[in-house]
């Protein structure tokens, strides 16, 4: 499908028109949440590493992306691609972040990506402006959701529908044809409560050649049945017509425009559709059971000349496309275009009663998963063509069915001591794959199943001072292709596992001064890597053995007025920071990259896990009106393959990726402490060029970028 300028600015200009829910109007919900962490202080409870970013973080920093809202978590490795944060890659503690595919990304507790069994990568996201909290769930208590235990757990949470009427606006423009708006609606109606969110963004992109446009739309309704009953429903509807390129560049085309982009011709559609309904029943007191049953639809064309750097102009096997200049005129593209059906029922239980002769909370959940994706490489012979070709490079070249069906169930049990707590747990995943070769009618099966331990404990140093330690199970379930080949065989290659410590101290230092320290180590048996470093996302996985990872985060909260140092103004101080001393290849390990399987690597750091990665923000308010914050963000240098080169290849997809320090800036400011803040940010304030991934060649970070606007609540 495509979407045009004109209905996206004609789209943000309605909305903008439109008044939106009042927060501080919502009623307390409780019987249908599911909660993952809950509110701040809730942390002390939890035996394992977390953070939330709350509301006023978001705003604070006027956030782009929600690349740029985690970097306010330690140990999180959001890296850039486009610059809105539509398809975030996300790493943590040393973890490969393409395509998120090594954590688990959830909406309100419920799966957000669409095929988290058979093909947890994420090429669509909805807006920041669409959640109002952020929680990063790490350590032992992340087996209570699944599949993906290895890295973490990220939960989007949306805001509850008001009972009362009110409404916000939101409204922004910046330079490079920047302009977003979004609106919402919500109040009681018949004795439903209701909230309607819509948002639409234009974006002309950091590099050459990009055009985004994307919409969002979302509706909630809450309503109480009884004291005991409370039921949400949740639908949403997520469209995107890009012009935007897969491939990255040259080393030589980096270096005559580090934001060139030489494919005028792809372009990129989606549409999303995600829906849910939730029912919390209190059944006594001290029992509360909640249950969800989701859906999602997400389709994706993206039409593309070049996959990779590697990958100039078109194809060799293309006569028609003979050089770059042919690109407009006689060289085709490539159509890789996905269809992805989810369903899904899960119910969880939470207990308060009394085990062993102590007061304890049980968690246990049953869940019923499935996924299908229908998968088409299509070559057209034309820039511009969307059909099959008859040329050599020509037709219909992949059509694939795949399928995913799993049973998960999970019970953790925290019985209190006093000042002591241990939390005792254990996960189970089944799952049963299958994939259809429909060009050769050849199909084959496979199954796994998983259980996934986890134990974590916490002990009160004193009020708001916790210790916390854990060890826990890391799985990651392969994808339906590297269990089962184009041809219908089994591919010998298991499930990613680990194990997974750590120990840390976290609370309240004195007043106004929060800490949240922690050390952690990872041991991998099977890590899985893709076949060749430079191949890109869709390149064929192996299992790589063993590999470790050990760091120290660090995150800290100071305010000033909070220590009563100050009144009525108030300095602050946010930062995380992230120390991966050891992530590394073990045992006996030979490279993957092409050319160089007899090389040891035994012992070499892992493609993108830079030492370091910190942000840091030093912000000063006057009142309640004036919000002044300065940001900066570090990102260590890192290798990109497994052999650590160095110097770049020619490709571009090879070599080291020096490190980086971006500062943003920004400013808020509420006339009279009213109900309209204005704003406005610089982000990358010195213009620094850098590259943030070189894995199908080389992509910059985005440049000096300003924007300002307009956030109105009513």
Not at 309 to 329: E, I, V
Not at 392 to 412: C, H, P, Q
């Amino acid at each position: 499908m495509s979407h045009t300028k004109t209905g996206l600015w004609v789209s943000a200009a309605l909305l903008c028109a439109a008044p939106a829910w009042a927060q501080d109007a919502a009623p307390p919900i409780t019987e249908a949440d599911i909660v993952v962490i809950g509110h701040r202080e809730n942390l002390l409870n939890i035996p394992g590493s977390g953070a939330t970013i709350e509301s006023e973080d978001l705003e604070a920093s006027r956030v782009f992306s929600v690349n740029e809202a985690l970097r306010q978590v330690a140990g999180v490795y959001p890296r850039d691609e486009e610059g809105l944060g539509l398809r975030p890659n996300i790493g943590v503690r040393g973890l490969a972040p393409t395509r998120s595919s090594e954590v688990l990304l959830l909406e309100d507790g419920l799966p957000l990506t669409y095929a988290p069994y058979g093909d947890n990568a994420t090429y669509s996201h909805p807006p920041i402006r669409r959640f109002e909290r952020i929680e990063v769930l790490k350590g032992a208590s992340q087996i209570r959701f699944g599949p993906h235990t290895v890295g973490g757990v990220v939960n989007y949470i949306s805001p509850r529908a008001p009972s009362e009427f009110g409404g916000s606006v939101f409204v922004a423009g910046g330079d490079n044809g920047y302009l977003e708006g979004s609106g919402s609606l919500g109040g009681e109606i018949a004795g439903f409560r209701t909230l309607g969110h819509v948002s639409a963004t234009h974006f002309d992109g950091i590099r050459d050649n990009h055009d985004f446009a994307f919409q969002d739309y979302s509706l909630r309704v809450e309503r109480t049945l009884s004291p005991d009953h409370e039921i949400i429903a949740r639908i949403a509807v997520n469209r995107e017509g890009s012009q935007v390129s897969y491939s990255g560049l040259t080393e030589a085309e980096f270096a005559a425009d580090p934001f060139g982009n030489p494919f005028p011709n792809d372009r990129f559609n989606t549409q999303r559709y995600t829906g849910a309904v939730t029912h919390g029943w209190d059944v006594t007191q001290d029992l509360r059971l909640t249950t969800s049953a989701y859906s999602l639809y997400f389709d994706r064309d993206w039409w593309r000349q070049s996959s990779n750097s590697g990958q100039r102009p078109n194809d060799a096997s293309d006569p028609a496309c003979a050089s770059m200049a042919n690109l407009n005129t006689t060289c085709g593209n490539e159509g890789r275009l996905r269809e992805y059906h989810q369903y899904g029922v899960e119910t969880r239980l939470d207990w308060d009663t009394r085990l062993l002769g102590v007061d304890a909370n049980v968690e246990a959940g049953l869940r019923w998963h499935t996924e299908r994706q229908r998968r088409l490489q299509v070559n057209s012979d034309t820039p511009t063509g969307r059909s099959p070709g008859t040329s050599v490079n020509g037709g219909l070249r992949e059509d694939n069915t795949r399928y995913a069906d799993a049973w998960s169930g999970f019970i953790m049990t925290s019985l209190d001591y006093g000042r002591f707590a241990i939390s005792p747990g254990v996960r189970v995943e089944a799952i049963a794959y299958e994939r259809e070769n429909r060009l050769t009618g050849l199909r084959g099966e496979s199954q796994l199943t998983e259980i996934i331990p986890g134990l974590g404990a916490t002990f009160e140093l004193r009020d708001a001072l916790v210790v916390y330690a854990g060890v826990h199970r890391g799985f990651s379930p392969p994808r339906v292709e590297d269990v089962i080949d184009n041809s219908g065989a089994s591919v010998d290659l298991a499930a990613e596992e680990s194990v997974s410590y750590e120990l840390g101290v976290r609370g309240e230092l004195n007043p106004g001064w929060d800490i949240d320290f922690n050390v952690f180590h990872m041991d991998f048996d099977n890590q899985i890597v893709p076949a060749s470093v430079a191949g890109g996302v869709g390149a064929t996985l192996t299992s790589a053995g063993e590999t470790r990872h050990s760091g120290v985060e660090l995150s800290t909260r100071i305010s000033l007025r909070d220590m009563g140092w100050v009144e009525d103004d108030d300095f602050y101080v946010r930062a995380a920071a992230t120390y991966l001393g050891e992530a590394a290849y073990v045992g006996d390990r030979l490279s993957s990259v092409a050319g160089f399987g007899a090389v040891s690597v035994s012992g070499n750091r892992l493609p993108y896990a830079p030492e370091w990665i910190a942000s840091a923000a030093l912000g000063y308010t006057r009142g309640d009106w004036l919000n002044l914050q300065a940001e900066v963000q570090h990102t260590g240098e890192m290798f990109t393959d497994d052999l650590n080169t160095v110097a770049p290849t020619a490709n571009g997809q090879r070599g080291l990726i020096d490190s980086a320090t971006i500062l943003n800036l920004a400013a808020n400011l509420t006339p009279g402490g009213g109900s309209a803040t204005f704003f406005v940010t610089v982000k990358n304030v010195t213009d620094e060029v850098f590259i943030v991934d070189r894995s199908r060649g080389i992509l910059p970070g985005a440049p000096r970028l300003w924007q300002a606007g307009v956030s109105v609540k009513f």
